[in-house]
Structures are given as structure tokens and as C-alpha cells.
């Protein structure tokens, strides 16, 4: 067993019992202790890819997949991690989110991008900001992997959130073309960062938000329908969207000539998912939320991300569209019954994070081994 293997099996013991720090402490700690901990990760890989089943293989927009789950946005910001996950046996590698511009995140109360585990949950929360170099950096990054068949690269891009809307919305069609360059195989836009502002609230007839309709025709107008070659971009909703806009979102998609849709990003519905929350976290839960806000993972969204894919794979069935158009899940996904329950649905993609890194203290690089077993 490698260090950081022995690293994440002694962390995974002991961090139910430091629940007795002061909250402020043990936020600061895991802050922290999370960069630090994946800056390492993504350096230890295994020396070797390691075998998985060929059973799992999926193919979908002409695109190999050695396994239908890979790493959601947001944990690889800096492009780093390909070999990792590769070697693991992830079905893909996914980097970002970058904007145009780099960001710093957020820091309060001394804290850099205050994050906390919830470790009776198997939940997480955080509050980001987008902290990033840049899509230029990035893909400057990802162009010089050594890619392998079975583990194709996405990006991840969102807008700044500037008061120029126009600036923002140049800044994302300068992301696609940066990544189309870059020769990446897909790309995810993520409209759902509940710790940017993505929207002012205005929403048309069939309530859909207003501005996100204008933004996505802008990148479908000056993006999408210039695109020379096959380049999958998929958007990426939160868990807490509303089940009944999920067949007006996939209309829209497939009009303006996106190629996939995923549910999703982070919750912010606070009281709601205070009661799936376990007793021994709650003291952590309110102090997060109630001094950062943030965006909640894990094991809580396990049935939203389900509901919601069920609902839009359901309906995708009833169109008829000439481009392939996919749903990926995230959010929950932690073990072979997700996988399993995601394809008794016919959900054919998912990603994870938070159940990652809990799979990664139990099986450590043998992680997807044992998923997909
Ligand atoms: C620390 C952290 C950072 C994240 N950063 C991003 C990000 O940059 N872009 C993004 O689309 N999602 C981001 N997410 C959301 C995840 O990609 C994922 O959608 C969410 O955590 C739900 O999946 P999970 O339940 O498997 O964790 C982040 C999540 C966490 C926990």
C-alpha cells in the first residue's frame, strides 16, 4: 500500500473523532488538508494501469469510455491528476471549471475555499469560488497529455460572473475554442455553481431562467455551430432543479445543438437536507452554512441526481433528434449499486467526488476495481 493510500485509511479513522474541535478549527484543518492531500494524490499514481473488467466499456458520441464513472469538475482545477485517474481506471478524466480570467476563490474568516467533510453522512460542503488559473493555462496543460484510448479528456468552463455580460459570455466562447485546440474530447459548461451568481432571478413563460436561455444561445450561435470536428459539450445543472423545467431544458438543449445534459452540481437547499444530515455532523452543517452558505455533495443528493436523470432519460425517449444527446448523473454516486441503479435506468454516464474519496480511503487505487468488479 502507497503512502497516501495509508494517508487516507488513517485520515478516514481518526476524522469521526475529531468532531469534538471547535467547528471553525476543523473546517480550517480540512480546508487545508484537502489541497494538500490531492496535490499529493495526483503525484503518487500507481506505477501500473491497473486491469478492470471490459464489461463496463461504453461508447457513446463515438467516444470510448473504459468504465461509465470519472471525476466530476472541480477536483483536478489545475489540470492535473490524467495519469492518476487513468491508471486507476477511470472511464475519463475531467478537469476545471476555468474561466476567462483567473480567480482567486474565496477566503473568509482566514479560511482559503472553505470546505468540510461531513463524515457520518458521507456528505460534504463547500465554498469554492472557482478558484482557477484561467482556461488558457489549463488547456495549454491538457494539450501536452499523453492521452490513452479508454480515458478521454473533458474540460469544464464556466462565465466569470463580471458586471459585463457581454465580456463574460466572449470569455466562455474563448474557453470552447482554447479546449477545442487543446484536442480535448468533450466539454461540460457548467451552469450551476451555486457559488458564482448565474442568474437574477427572471424567467420566461415556461420558466425557464431568462438568462440562461440568452447565454446558452450565444455559445450554441458563436461555438456550437462552428465546431469542425466531433466535440461533445454537455451542460451541467444543479440537483436542486426543479424535476418539471427538466424536459424544457432538454428541448432547449437539442434545439441550439448541445450534446448531453448533466444533474448535476451542488445543493443549496439547506433546510431541506438538514434532516438527511446525521446528529454528529449537524454542529458542522449549521456553522458551514450558516457562516459561508456553500454547496452541499454526497451521499444527500444520491436520489435528486437519480430522479432527475430517470426523469430526463424517460423523456429523451419520446423525441426524435438526428445528433446523439446523453445524460450523466453526479451527485451520490459512491459504489456498484449507483452504477447499477443509474443502469437499471438507463443512465449510461456518471461522475463523482465526494464518494471518490470515500472509495479512495476504503480501496484506495483499486478504487474502480472494486466498483466495477
Ligand atoms: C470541493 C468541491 C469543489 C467543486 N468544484 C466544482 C467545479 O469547479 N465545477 C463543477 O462543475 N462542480 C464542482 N463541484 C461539484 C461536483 O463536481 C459535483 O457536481 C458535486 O459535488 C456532486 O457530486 P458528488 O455528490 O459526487 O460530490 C465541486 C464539489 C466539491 C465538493
Redesign the pocket.
Known sequence: MSIIEKFAKFDSSIRKSLHFLPPHLFINLYSNG?KEFLYHLSKYFPKNPIQISSNYNVKLWDIDFNVPLFN????F?TGDGYELVQRQGAGAYLS??TTAGHRVGNIKDGIH?P?VPLSESK????W?G?P?PGHADIANKLAKINKIKGCPIGA?I?SDNGDDELQNLQGVVLGFKLYDKANVDFI?L?E??PNVKHTNGEVDSSGLDKHLIERLEYVSKNYLSHRLRNLPVIV?FS?DTDINLVPKLIDLLIDLGFNGI?F???STAYQAKRNQIKSKDLALFDYFTNTFGG?M???I??ED?LKLCTKAVKYLKTKTFEDEFHIIR?????NHSDIIAGLNNEIKLN??????FEAFSNDGHHLYKQIFR
Open positions: 484537502r466530476s469538475a472541480g477536483m482545477k476545471g471549471t475555499h470546505f456528505s460534504a460542503i463547500n469554492m472557482l482557477n469544464s464556466s461540460e457548467n450551476s455553481c451541467k440537483n448533466n448535476g452540481n451542488t454547496g455533495s454526497g451521499n443528493l444520491k441526481s453526479t451527485g451520490g454516486v459512491e461522475q463523482w467526488f465526494t464518494g471518490y
